[in-house]
């Protein structure tokens, strides 16, 4: 490992300070201690065990390449190596931000999905193939500027911040603008949303789903996308290094230069992103059948309102001529009542004078109910008798008496009967 250190002046000392002052001991040093000091890491083992079976770099990865082919659960994904164009091989190093990492590895078919031991696999090739080492056993003498390529790769796809800020620029991905209105919906509007989900802080990204997605999934989606959160960032792409500045000044003016920049490509793909997710929120054609459900769930509540507000008025209608027929029914029975009444009181006046004019007429042929003949001032007595006991008879009781009377009257004892009916009305 290559430790730079940095040159620099020490600060002027004080006045009170001289020459000749030694220096002053403000702490003991602690008693010595030993402690046993082991390196660590893969490289120390590639090395170690270099240095044991006597074997060079390139002897060395190619035997442990072979004996762990069996355990490699990706060997099937990089059996076939893919093709390196003159262009490529011919890159020049010092153009690395130029160049597509994943090409140069070999694994563009895999990209932003790669995972760490695809990588390691396919640099672990690549080494085997131009190390210099090889080129220069078998009389090839070429520089090996494709190989810093591989090593540069290999550096920037296994650091997770380099590999995060070459992501977010990839250039082996396609520029994808809004689909023509003409392609099927999901199949051109699916694949983008994918591609762009990799860029999500939130995992996992929902899907853009079919026609028969629920409400509750489609409106979720556009949620999310709404309100999506991107770690993309756009570091790749500085012009100028701040790490190069010869001053302060000119690397703080680097700094703001770049951070301005990234702001501005952060802003336009937001933008971006928010015109591709307003063009699928308008095509989408779940919306409008959700709008048409929707439209004739109002309608459908509509008219079960009108409905109801009929069926109401209809009743109100119904129960308003019951009324009016009931009140009619009821004058008509009252009517019929009242002269059911009239004839009956006539009827029963009719009987009341019919009795009291038989009786009267009794009292009349039978002397009054006198033993002699009577005087007017007798007779006069009688009838006043006889009006002071109808008031105590009620039609039925003159009924009684008349045919009392009557019967009276065939045996000879009218007087004695009157006398008794006086005695016992209390007349």
């Known amino acids: 490992m290559l430790v730079t250190i940095p040159s620099f002046l020490l600060p002027t000392p004080p006045s009170s300070w001289t020459a000749g002052e030694s220096s002053k001991v403000h702490a003991s040093v602690s008693a010595p201690s030993k402690r046993t000091l082991e390196p660590v890491g893969r490289h120390f083992v590639g090395f170690a065990r270099r240095k044991f079976h006597d074997r060079t770099y390139s002897e060395d990865e190619r035997i442990e390449s072979a004996k762990n082919a069996g355990n490699d659960d990706n060997d099937e994904d990089l059996s076939e190596d893919e093709e390196e ?12 931000k130029e160049q597509d990492h994943y090409e140069v590895l070999g694994i563009t078919r895999h990209r932003y999905k790669a995972t760490e031991a695809q990588i390691i696999k396919a640099h672990r090739k690549k080494v085997l193939k131009h190390h210099p080492d090889k080129k220069a056993a078998s009389g090839d003498m070429n520089d090996d500027a494709f190989f810093k390529c591989i090593q540069k790769a290999f550096e920037i796809l296994m650091d997770p911040i380099k590999r995060r800020q070459f992501d977010s620029v990839d250039p082996g991905l396609p520029d994808h603008d809004i689909p023509s209105k003409s392609k099927d919906f999901f199949k051109s509007f699916g694949p983008i949303f994918e591609l762009e989900a990799r860029f999500s802080n939130k995992q996992p990204v929902p899907t853009l789903g079919d026609m028969d997605s629920a409400r509750e999934d489609v409106e979720g989606f556009y949620d999310f996308w709404y309100n999506f959160d991107s770690w993309r960032t756009f570091e790749y792409l500085d012009k100028e290094s701040s790490e190069t500045a010869d001053n302060r000044d000119d690397k703080r003016y680097y700094e703001k230069k770049n951070k301005a920049e990234r702001a501005r490509r952060k802003k336009e793909d937001n933008a971006r992103l928010r015109e591709l997710v307003d063009a699928a929120l308008k095509r989408d054609p779940r919306i409008a059948k959700f709008k048409e459900e929707e439209k004739q769930k109002r309608y459908a509540k509509r008219n079960a309102r009108e409905a109801q507000e009929k069926a109401a008025a209809e009743a109100k209608k119904k129960a308003e001529e019951e009324a009016l027929i009931a009140a009619q029914k009821a004058e008509e029975e009252a009517k019929l009542k009242l002269q059911s009444d009239k004839k009956a009181k ?51 009781d003159l009924e009684v008496v008349r045919k ?19 005695s016992t009305r209390g007349v």
């Open 85 to 96: 164009s003159r262009d490529l091989l011919e890159s020049d190093p010092k153009d690395w």
């Open 346 to 396: 006539e009827a029963r006046k009719n009987a009341i004078r019919k009795e009291k004019k038989t009786i009267k007429r009794l009292m009349k042929e039978h002397n009054y109910f006198c033993a002699a003949e009577p005087s007017p001032a007798q007779v006069d007595e009688q009838l006043n008798k006889l009006e002071a006991l109808f008031e105590k008879l009620a039609v039925d």
């Open 404 to 422: 009392k009377f009557e019967e009276a009257a065939a045996s000879g004892s009218i007087q004695a009967a009157f006398d008794e009916e006086l």
